[in-house]
């Protein structure tokens, strides 16, 4: 990755475009709206309230990243995406249960000013959803080339100079990578085709890259994770990140673990459980479904721990993850864990763990994050998959033969370096010899 010459500057509207308007799209937009009103803090958000340390301690240089960096502003936000269900964000947002009603009074005109498009859903992939506000075609190419026009349509509509698009729809049945996702010529006619290896996330992300639009996976699906549309992006000068947002309890294991190994006390288990109300919870209630976000969950701990570097502390771990829908929890998540760790000799001791979290709340300011840096990283002229945003996903892509990095003060520190590179600044590597020198 190379340091621009120049970054195109944050001029005019960036319109976020959002497959899924649920809790997650309708708390993110409703969140914005309030903010741009002066009605709440962007608590949460990296790019709105985090700071950059530049040069060293003793420089007393310290800026918020949103005032380093050529962001867009908040101002500069339009919003539009899909959604099977026809409720406007207002009426969705509402349903979510999410904000409070008083609030939601407040941004009425704003959020009744925007409603779902018909979107690309096949309830093959996801089982415990249907609804009336689908699109209809012969194949999934007819049916990409509808998200074009949508894309078009909108971009025209809002005025909007640059667009990103962020999947925040449901977790669609576990897939892995077959013949069809191996290249762009095999993908394409398995488009023409309806292969059922295809799933929807994969055709918006085939439309955002085939539109120029950077692409972004909040969910755990395969979607723009396989070979032939991580080279599509990279050819048309694309940025894409995923998977799954990091909110809840994967966020809790991402600050625990690192400070476990760092002290190098083992771990004999951990278990996870979840009990959650939203659709969400409704979809993964699915097993097939529930099996995507597994998968995505129980990487990890074993990326972080690297059992066979440590087999003494971490070798044989047994790391069970559970996730059980109970609808009166609505979108409070609660996550327990139970974790079996042993320290000096062997000698065993507990942790417990009972996160009362808010799903949206976590993940909406995530969103915004993405969005900013999205944009950031395409009007740097940056393609292919941005590794540096690892920081907001549960499941970070990352390039072939390489394995990911979870934890999440590594991931904060590539962060911060990959917008000081950007801007010209020092790298900073926290190794202070020159303090006393």
């Given at each position: 990755?190379?340091?621009?010459?120049?970054?195109?500057?944050?001029?005019?509207?960036?319109g976020v475009l959002l497959p899924?308007?649920?809790?997650v799209a309708t708390t993110f937009i409703a969140g914005v709206e309030a903010v741009r009103k002066g009605g709440g803090l962007p608590i949460g958000s990296v790019t709105q309230m985090g700071t950059i340390r530049l040069g060293k301690r003793t420089e007393g240089r310290s800026p918020h990243i949103k005032d380093f960096i050529p962001l867009a502003s908040l101002n500069q936000l339009v919003f539009a995406g899909w959604d099977i269900f026809t409720d406007n964000v207002h009426d969705a947002a509402i349903r979510a249960g999410v904000l409070r009603p008083e609030l939601l009074a407040r941004l009425r005109p704003?959020?009744?000013?925007?409603?779902?498009?018909?979107?690309?859903?096949?309830?093959?992939?996801?089982?415990?959803?249907?609804?009336?506000?689908?699109?209809?075609?012969?194949n999934w190419r007819e049916?990409?080339?509808?998200?074009?026009?949508?894309?078009?349509?909108?971009?025209?509509?809002?005025?909007?100079?640059?667009?990103?698009?962020?999947?925040?729809?449901?977790?669609e049945i576990h897939m892995v990578p077959s013949e069809v996702h191996q290249t762009l010529e095999r993908f394409e006619r398995g488009l023409a085709e309806r292969d059922p290896a295809i799933s929807p996330s994969m055709v918006y992300a085939y439309a955002a890259i085939?539109?120029?639009?950077?692409?972004?996976?909040?969910?755990?699906?395969?979607?723009?994770?396989?070979?032939?549309?991580?080279?599509f992006a990279h050819d048309r000068g694309v940025p894409l990140v995923g998977k799954d947002f990091k909110t809840g309890q994967t966020l809790m294991k991402t600050i625990l673990a690192p400070g476990l190994k760092a002290r190098m006390?083992?771990?004999?288990?951990?278990?996870?459980?979840?009990?959650?109300?939203?659709?969400?919870?409704?979809?993964?209630?699915?097993?097939?479904?529930?099996?995507?976000?597994?998968?995505?969950?129980?990487?990890v701990l074993e990326h972080i721990l690297q059992p066979e570097v440590y087999p003494d502390l971490y070798d044989g771990l047994y790391h069970k993850v559970r996730i059980n829908y109970y609808p009166p929890r609505?979108?409070?998540?609660?996550?327990?864990?139970?974790?079996?760790?042993?320290?000096?000799?062997?000698?065993?001791?507990?942790?417990?763990?009972?996160?009362?979290?808010?799903?949206?709340?976590?993940?909406?300011?995530?969103?915004?994050?993405?969005?900013?840096?999205?944009?950031?990283?395409?009007?740097?002229?940056?393609?292919?998959?941005?590794?540096?945003?690892?920081?907001?996903?549960k499941s970070p892509m990352h390039a072939p033969g390489l394995y990911p990095e979870h934890d999440l003060f590594i991931q904060l520190m590539k962060l911060k370096n990959t917008l000081r590179f950007l801007m010209g600044e020092e790298c900073i590597t926290h190794l202070g010899n020159e303090y006393y020198d």
């Open positions: 990755m190379d340091r621009p010459k120049m970054i195109a500057p944050a001029e005019g509207k960036l899924g308007m649920g809790a704003e959020l009744e000013a925007i409603s779902p498009m018909p979107a690309v859903f096949d309830r093959h992939y996801v089982k415990r959803l249907d609804g009336p506000n689908v699109k209809k075609g012969a049916l990409a080339d509808q998200l074009g026009d949508d894309i078009a349509s909108f971009k025209h509509r809002g005025g909007c100079d640059r667009l990103v698009m962020i999947w925040c729809g449901s977790t085939k539109a120029g639009i950077p692409y972004a996976n909040g969910a755990p699906n395969l979607s723009a994770d396989i070979p032939a549309l991580m080279d006390l083992g771990i004999q288990g951990w278990f996870s459980t979840n009990i959650l109300g939203n659709r969400d919870g409704e979809v993964l209630d699915d097993p097939e479904s529930f099996k995507t976000k597994e998968e995505s969950k129980l990487s609505g979108d409070n998540k609660e996550g327990w864990d139970n974790i079996d760790i042993f320290g000096w000799l062997g000698y065993p001791m507990q942790i417990k763990i009972d996160f009362l979290c808010r799903d949206s709340i976590l993940a909406a300011p995530l969103v915004l994050d993405i969005a900013l840096f999205l944009d950031l990283a395409a009007r740097s002229g940056w393609r292919g998959i941005q590794e540096w945003m690892s920081f907001f996903f």
